[in-house]
């Protein structure tokens, strides 16, 4: 399990700068950033973290701490 | 049926925090300021994004990518190291000098691509966006040689036998202030080096 976590990090970690490279548009590229990052913070705090078995207090504000932080970016990021 | 009953929450696993709640509170506290030095930096690109998209063009987005996967990789190897130290396997102390190891690309090239940039002419006084780049990840950079220490702390005493699996709040604690400086970066590096 703690494998197949590894690797779904790598590619999600790849995707955006294999999409820089590749020219991708500026907001298409900030919007799949943006979600990957929600994406690999859930697996890291789930999986690595051992946040699945904590109380579920503590694991949703281990879990929101990046979702929140990426929606205050993508709204100053859309207002710019 | 009162008997069923108990069996059946007996069987269901206690929810618990891995580590110390002190160690916990000191994440926590972490993650606030690390937010909240994001959103400026985020204020800031807002209000001059011409700046930033220039500066974020004199950096190496596969520095950071080699950055990111040594970190991620440290990251699975400390979890697989408290894993198979509860199991009571053998070879926990070997992945976290691994670990250790592995982590050490992303400081040689935190540092070259410092040095890089300063032999280029940026630094912190350039603009605000070299401003924001070299504060956010020398600030960060510092915890990951803090981590580097935790690491090399819980190393050394699981094989010295110190940790053995039968008390796990050490070892968890350390491996969950490594994941956070993990995820601290994962935030940090599509911020500074791919977002325009």
């Known amino acids: 399990m703690m494998g197949m976590v590894y690797?779904?990090?790598?590619?999600?970690?790849?995707?955006?700068?294999?999409?820089?490279?590749?020219?991708?548009?500026?907001?298409?590229?900030?919007?799949?950033?943006?979600?990957?990052?929600?994406?690999?913070?859930?697996?890291?705090?789930?999986?690595?973290?051992?946040?699945?078995?904590?109380?579920?207090?503590?694991?949703?504000a281990a879990q929101a701490w990046a979702p929140v932080v990426i929606t205050v970016i993508a709204v100053l990021n859309g207002a710019g | 049926?009162?008997?069923?009953?108990?069996?059946?929450?007996?069987?269901?696993?206690?929810?618990?925090?891995?580590?110390?709640v002190a160690v916990w509170i000191f994440i926590f506290a972490e993650l606030a300021v690390f937010g909240i030095l994001f959103i400026g930096f985020a204020v800031a690109r807002s209000l001059d994004p011409e700046t930033f998209h220039l500066g974020r063009q004199a950096l190496h987005p596969w520095t950071g990518l080699v950055n990111t996967i040594a970190l991620i990789s440290a990251s699975y190897l400390?979890?697989?190291?408290?894993?198979?130290?509860?199991?009571?396997?053998?070879?926990?102390?070997?992945?976290?000098?691994?670990?250790?190891?592995?982590?050490?690309?992303?400081?040689?090239?935190?540092?070259?691509?410092?040095?890089?940039?300063?032999?280029?002419?940026y630094n912190l006084g350039t603009d605000t966006f070299f401003m924001f780049y070299f504060f956010l990840t020398f600030f960060h950079f510092m915890h990951v040689l803090l981590g580097q220490v935790v690491l090399t702390v819980l190393a050394v005493k699981v094989g010295r036998g110190d940790y053995d699996g039968s008390d796990m709040n050490?070892?968890?604690?350390?491996?969950?202030?490594?994941?956070?400086?993990?995820?601290?970066?994962?935030?940090?590096?599509?911020?500074?080096?791919?977002?325009?």
């Open chain 1, 7 to 60: 690797l779904a990090l790598m590619i999600c970690t790849a995707l955006p700068v294999l999409a820089l490279q590749a020219g991708m548009g500026a907001e298409l590229l900030s919007c799949l950033a943006l979600g990957l990052i929600v994406v690999k913070s859930v697996l890291l705090t789930d999986h690595f973290m051992e946040m699945r078995r904590a109380p579920r207090a503590w694991r949703f």
């Open chain 2, 1 to 20: 049926m009162n008997s069923q009953a108990s069996t059946v929450i007996s069987r269901t696993p206690a929810r618990a925090l891995p580590g110390d």
């Open chain 2, 78 to 121: 400390v979890a697989s190291a408290v894993h198979r130290l509860r199991l009571g396997e053998a070879g926990s102390n070997r992945l976290l000098w691994s670990a250790i190891a592995v982590s050490s690309i992303y400081s040689c090239g935190k540092v070259w691509e410092y040095g890089n940039l300063y032999q280029q002419g």
């Open chain 2, 170 to 196: 050490g070892m968890e604690s350390g491996a969950s202030y490594w994941h956070m400086v993990d995820l601290v970066w994962l935030v940090l590096f599509p911020l500074v080096y791919v977002i325009a």
